[in-house]
């Protein structure tokens, strides 16, 4: 597991939106709606978002798994977490977490209200549930935070 630089992030670009695509549409199918922003998203959205990562790697240095983030005043928005549907349930995700965890003394998350998995690995790690909201209409989403 290792943090990419700006320039890693641009080679590895089209890995980081093929896992991206992936996993949000896992969860698409877990939440029931497709309608998940980074579902969506073009490589050149993935590089404008401006944010940093940190991604595992299998055996065959291929991206297993990537975390999606921005640290500001203290505070680490995790702003995704994508790991590939071979690599679910191997630990990948708590590891990639607890990573992030460590950059700064707060955490905070959005998962989708329905996404039942992500929502155990949170709070498994100790993240407090701090509101539900609708983005777009139909589309609930859960606010968590870890101090």
Excluded: C
Excluded at 18 to 32: F, M, N, R, T, W
Excluded at 77 to 90: A, E, G, N, T, V
Excluded at 92 to 115: I, Y
Aim: glycine share 6%; charged share 25%.
């Amino acid at each position: 597991m290792r943090r990419l630089t700006a320039e890693e992030v641009g080679v590895h670009a089209p890995h980081l939106l093929d896992l991206q695509h992936k996993a949000y549409a896992v969860e698409a199918e877990l939440i029931g709606d497709d309608r998940i922003p980074p579902l969506h998203e073009t490589e050149s959205d993935l590089l404008s978002a401006g944010l940093e990562w940190i991604a595992s790697f299998d055996d065959d240095q291929q991206i297993a798994g990537a975390a999606g983030y921005a640290i500001e005043h203290d505070v680490v928005d995790l702003d995704r977490l994508m790991i590939s549907p071979s690599h679910h349930r191997q630990g990948l995700g708590t590891a990639l977490v607890t990573e992030v965890m460590e950059l700064a003394p707060v955490t905070e998350v959005a998962t989708g209200r329905d996404n039942a998995p992500a929502r155990a690995l949170y709070e498994s790690l100790g993240f407090l549930h701090q509101s539900d909201f609708e983005p777009v209409p139909g589309l609930w989403v859960s606010r968590y935070r870890r101090a």
